[in-house]
C-alpha cells in the first residue's frame, strides 16, 4: 500500500515571496509522483510529474519539485509566487505503470497568495 | 485540454432516490476514474475501469456501482442516494502513457438532502 502526506493543509504567503509545499510518501516499491493544481470550481491540472532521471522536474507556471528518494519526498516549490497561484495542490503517488495503476492523493494544501 | 465532460455538473437530489452521473471523453483512452472529493480526504477513488465491461472497485466503494458500455461513457450510479454520498465527484482518464498520468473532468457537485 502507499500513502501521500501533505504536511500543511494551509499556506498564506505574499506575492512575490517564494513558496514551498511539503509532500512525503511511503511505498514499498518504485513510484511515480505528481503535483495536482485545482482552482476554485474546477477540475485537477497536472503541474508536474517525476518518471526518472534529473531528480529536479519542472513543470507549468514556474513551478518545480525535486524528487528526495532518502526522505521520500517530492516538495513542490516557486521562487516568486503570484496572486493568480492561489488554489489548491495536491500531491499524488502511483506505483505500477502500464495497468490501470492507481494514484493515491494527499489531502491538499491551500496555497493563499496576497497582496 | 482532455476531452472529458461530466453531467450533470450540479444535482440536488433526496435521500433514498438513485442519481447516474455521466462521464464522457473523446480521446479513446482505456482506463477511466470515478473519484470522490470531500475537505480533509482529498480525492478518493470509487470505482475505475481497464475497459469495455471491465471495472473494480476503489478505496470508498460502497453504496455506489459503474458501468461501462462504451469506450467513451462511464457511469456512476448511487442506488439509493445518503446524505454522506453529497461530494464533488470527479471523472478521469488515462491512455496506455505507462506511468498513470491522470486527466480530470470539471466535477459535478450533488448534494443529497
Known amino acids: 500500500a502507499q500513502s501521500v502526506t501533505q504536511l500543511d493543509s494551509q499556506v498564506p504567503v505574499f506575492e512575490e515571496a517564494p513558496v514551498e509545499l511539503r509532500c512525503n510518501y511511503s511505498s514499498s516499491v518504485s513510484v511515480y509522483l505528481f503535483w495536482y493544481v485545482q482552482y476554485p470550481n474546477q477540475g485537477l491540472q497536472l503541474l508536474l510529474k517525476?518518471?526518472?532521471?534529473?531528480?529536479l522536474v519542472k513543470g507549468i507556471n514556474g513551478f518545480e519539485a525535486e524528487f528526495n528518494k532518502s526522505q521520500t519526498s517530492f516538495h513542490l516549490r516557486k521562487p516568486s509566487v503570484h496572486i493568480s497561484d492561489t488554489a489548491e495542490y495536491f500531491c499524488a503517488v502511483s506505483d505500477r505503470a502500464g495497468t490501470a495503476s492507481k494514484l493515491t492523493f494527499g489531502t491538499g494544501t491551500r496555497l493563499q497568495v496576497t497582496l | 485540454d482532455a476531452g472529458i465532460t461530466q453531467s450533470p455538473r450540479h444535482k440536488v437530489t433526496e435521500t433514498g432516490t438513485p442519481v447516474t452521473l455521466r462521464c464522457h471523453q473523446t480521446e479513446n483512452h482505456r482506463y477511466m476514474y470515478w473519484y470522490r472529493q470531500d475537505p480533509g480526504h482529498g480525492l478518493r477513488l470509487i470505482h475505475y475501469?481497464?475497459?469495455?465491461?471491465?471495472?473494480d472497485k476503489g478505496e470508498v466503494s460502497d453504496g455506489y456501482s459503474v458501468s461501462r458500455s462504451k469506450t467513451e461513457d462511464f457511469l456512476l450510479t448511487l442506488e439509493s442516494a445518503t446524505s454522506s454520498q453529497t461530494s464533488v465527484y470527479f471523472c478521469?482518464?488515462?491512455?496506455?502513457?505507462?506511468?498513470?498520468?491522470?486527466?480530470f473532468g470539471p466535477g459535478t457537485r450533488l448534494t443529497v438532502l
Open positions: 517525476y518518471l526518472s532521471g534529473s531528480t
Open positions: 478521469a482518464i488515462s491512455g496506455t502513457t505507462g506511468y498513470n498520468e491522470q486527466f
Open positions: 475501469s481497464y475497459g469495455v465491461k471491465d471495472t
